[in-house]
């Protein structure tokens, strides 16, 4: 039988009630995100305008993607040895840098179709890392602003679907009254707006009060593998993150060819795309903000299954059985208010599942991993419609997103979703574990994942 400890709840906290680190945090992520957007419309039409080659103009987003998602998953335990606050300041910097000497360098004359490639593939690989660090201050920054975890979540939801609208508005207002390249301005001015604002009002997060240290590995590969090792034996994180990285690449073929290809079919024409993007997300903004403000008194799971559920298929079967535009916009209004509901919460349970030694190998990796099938949802959706038509791809599409979401959502593990109160003491036997994570802890000697933890607070 284990030796038990007993692990003592910590005292209510008396600090004063500091507000800087969250509001930088989300003035930080809308300017790094909107840089993002910007770039990724004002990107293309830059290639397009000067190259005039579809092909080439395809490819760019690709070298700036698969770079961004390799050194995310790649980036954690450096986050984690050197703190957040470096890595996001240094990746927005040499965001910034790059995103100079593109314009400069066509401006001279001198920027290559190969160059401009390898430009690109620096910002994917530094705005990785940096946009991942960033993330690591939502837990601390609510606990200064004594606010639930909830709060930060949505308030970051809010911000991530705000910065998805109006940046690549932004962007289109920049592209026609002064052209592309000052656009590319506009990116590195925002990137290094964020590096700024990190530099200036956030600090590295330390280890809550009643956590116990972590047994690091001795090395970078040691760390990474920790990591990796705690996400497979995490069962409700590991759910998450397949469930996200299903839906992700289900999105994405939506986005990128299922909704164009219906709006042309449909006679709806181009301005359809905007209306239901634009729809969808400002319904999903509100829904973000409410969730800031009551998500942590709602039942978590229900919340998910609904809001994801609405979110999900009306959508696809709106659009596949030919209803009129008015009705497939208030079937999105409808989804965007569901789904905005899910990421303040599916986010809180994400941060409360991961000790704060080990959020930057994890939860960067975690990220990753939800990103890996975005660049093969274009190809999902053409190909479904090559083989089976408009129709016939959205209800696929569509179904698959419901399995996705109710079958992880009806598992015994999710029950793990909902808040706990911590007692006055509880026990943890000397590995860290209860039975259900002993595999996990068999790398992480001290610490055991949180789902498990009967000594975890409310958020």
Partial sequence: MPTQHTVTKEAPDTHPRVLRGLVGMLAAYAAALSANRVLSIALPWFVLTTTGSVGKTGLVAFCQIVPYVISQALAGPIIDRVGPKRISV?????????????????????????????????????????????????????RAARVPIERGTGLSAAVERTATTVGPAMAGVVVTAFGSLYALWVTAALF??????????????????????????????????????????????????????????????????????????????????????????ATSIIAALVAAGVAERLPRRTVYLIGFSLGGLPRFAAMATGAPLWLVLTVLAVGGLGSGFVNPIVGAVTYELIPTPLLGRVKTLAQAVTWAGIPFG???????????????ALWIVGGLYLVAIVVPGMSREWSGMRKRTAPETATVDSAGTTDSTASAASSLPQQKPREESSVQTAA
């Fill in 192 to 281: 290094a707006v964020s590096a700024l604002i990190v530099s200036s009002t956030l600090t590295d997060p330390v280890p809550e009060p009643h956590e116990v240290p972590v047994e690091d590995g001795s090395g970078y590969f040691s760390q990474l593998r920790q990591g990796a090792v705690f996400l497979r034996d995490a069962k409700l994180l590991r759910s998450i993150v397949g469930m996200l990285a299903v839906t992700n690449l289900l999105d994405q073929a939506f986005m990128s060819v299922l909704l164009p290809v219906w709006a042309k079919e449909s006679g709806n024409g181009a301005q359809a795309v905007g209306l239901v993007v634009s729809v969808f997300a």
């Fill in 378 to 392: 274009g190809l999902l959706g053409a190909g479904l419609v090559t083989l089976t038509g408009t129709s016939t």
């Fill in 90 to 142: 240094a990746g927005d910097l040499l965001s910034t840098a790059a995103m100079v000497t593109a314009p400069l360098l066509y401006l001279t004359g001198s920027l290559p179709f190969g160059v401009l490639l390898a430009l690109l593939a620096v910002v994917g690989a530094a705005d990785g890392p940096a946009n991942g660090a960033k993330g690591l201050f939502v837990p601390s920054a609510t």
